[in-house]
């Protein structure tokens, strides 16, 4: 997609961060804006800017984990621009670190509701009508570098990524039919307020097993004010988007890193000679398993 003029662009955490970074970007491509977030003073200063740089926006109060909510606010944005987004992205994040074995049920109910129960709210809400209204689009969902290794210390938080990435591998095969593209985010730090995600954590999930006070979100602030600024992260996913890329990951500095990740990986594949018969018979088993399927799918049966 190249042609942004008029095209609605639904944006979580969009009124801060990375995603205040899309709708910028995007606003000044020629999108309508519409700005998903849970803090309402922060989506009428963030509307306010857009606004005054001459974008059409509107804002939505939204709690990404709250399913009823996103229904209304897709149909509050169908009612306010008359189409579902042509463009999604799916952006909002928390993040909380500690060690793994003190993780509460609250920490992983949290972490996994938002990270990743969030993507699936919004993908649940938005795609069938952006396929029926039979206008393609482009969906990008944020994951993170988190999500393809594993951590001590963000267990929870990359667990989610990485389903996120596996998630948003699967949407892109099973939407090109509708030419609706989709391709994931996966940064390394960012320039954002993310340290201060746990004051919105919700009361009722507020038992942790991690230490979180001031000094530890004073720390963090140190680390992300050293990250890659989010207009410049917007521009790139841009552009990323404009090549069709699936995977979008504008930080040089973690090319080696994923290069030695998946070189272990592969490295720990037996090589053919060692059943060549039976991975003959496993791959003519599967192909032919997913012939029946797809005849089974075009004869109008759910394979």
């Given at each position: 997609?190249?042609?942004?003029?008029?095209?609605?662009?639904?944006?979580?955490?969009?009124?801060?961060?990375?995603?205040?970074?899309?709708?910028?970007?995007?606003?000044?491509?020629?999108?309508?804006?519409?700005?998903?977030?849970?803090?309402?003073?922060?989506?009428?200063?963030?509307?306010?800017k857009l606004r005054a740089?001459?974008?059409?926006?509107?804002?939505?109060?939204?709690?990404?984990?709250?399913?009823?909510?996103?229904?209304?606010?897709?149909?509050?944005?169908?009612?306010?621009?008359?189409?579902?987004?042509?463009?999604?992205?799916?952006?909002?994040?928390?993040?909380?670190?500690?060690?793994?074995?003190?993780?509460?049920?609250?920490?992983?109910?949290?972490?996994?509701?938002?990270?990743?129960?969030?993507?699936?709210?919004?993908?649940?809400?938005?795609?069938?009508?952006?396929?029926?209204?039979?206008?393609?689009?482009?969906?990008?969902?944020?994951?993170?570098?988190?999500?393809?290794?594993?951590?001590?210390?963000?267990?929870?938080?990359?667990?989610?990524?990485?389903?996120?990435?596996?998630?948003?591998?699967?949407?892109?095969?099973?939407?090109?039919?509708?030419?609706?593209?989709?391709?994931?985010?996966?940064?390394?730090?960012?320039?954002?307020?993310?340290?201060?995600?746990?004051?919105?954590?919700?009361?009722?999930?507020?038992?942790?097993?991690?230490?979180?006070?001031?000094?530890?979100?004073?720390?963090?602030?140190?680390?992300?004010?050293?990250?890659?600024?989010?207009?410049?992260?917007?521009?790139?996913?841009?552009?990323?988007?404009?090549?069709?890329?699936?995977?979008?990951?504008?930080y040089p500095e973690e090319?080696?890193?994923?290069?030695?990740?998946?070189?272990?990986?592969?490295?720990?594949?037996?090589p053919m000679e060692a059943?060549?018969?039976?991975?003959?018979?496993?791959?003519?088993?599967?192909?032919?398993?997913?012939?029946?399927?797809?005849?089974?799918?075009?004869?109008?049966?759910?394979?």
């Open positions: 997609m190249t042609d942004y003029a008029g095209k609605v662009a639904f944006i979580t955490g969009g009124a801060s961060g990375a995603g205040f970074g899309q709708a910028r970007v995007f606003a000044q491509a020629g999108c309508k804006i519409v700005i998903a977030d849970i803090r309402p003073a922060a989506i009428d200063e963030a509307a306010a740089a001459g974008a059409q926006v509107h804002g939505i109060q939204l709690d990404v984990t709250d399913r009823a909510a996103y229904a209304r606010a897709a149909d509050e944005v169908e009612k306010v621009f008359g189409d579902p987004p042509q463009l999604l992205f799916n952006t909002a994040g928390v993040n909380a670190f500690g060690p793994l074995e003190k993780s509460t049920y609250d920490d992983f109910d949290w972490l996994l509701g938002v990270n990743l129960g969030g993507v699936v709210n919004g993908m649940m809400t938005f795609v069938p009508r952006m396929i029926g209204a039979g206008r393609g689009g482009h969906i990008v969902t944020t994951s993170s570098m988190g999500g393809f290794f594993g951590s001590a210390a963000a267990s929870i938080y990359s667990a989610a990524k990485a389903a996120v990435i596996n998630l948003m591998e699967s949407y892109r095969l099973a939407l090109a039919q509708y030419n609706i593209k989709v391709s994931v985010l996966c940064p390394a730090n960012i320039r954002t307020n993310i340290a201060e995600a746990t004051k919105l954590r919700p009361a009722n999930l507020s038992n942790t097993g991690y230490v979180i006070n001031d000094d530890v979100i004073r720390s963090l602030h140190s680390i992300h004010a050293h990250g890659l600024d989010p207009l410049v992260l917007a521009q790139r996913t841009k552009e990323a988007m404009e090549a069709d890329q699936l995977y979008i990951i504008p090319k080696e890193s994923l290069a030695r990740h998946f070189k272990q990986i592969v490295d720990s594949v037996l059943d060549p018969e039976g991975a003959r018979t496993r791959t003519e088993a599967l192909r032919n398993w997913m012939k029946d399927r797809q005849a089974l799918m075009s004869n109008g049966k759910n394979g």
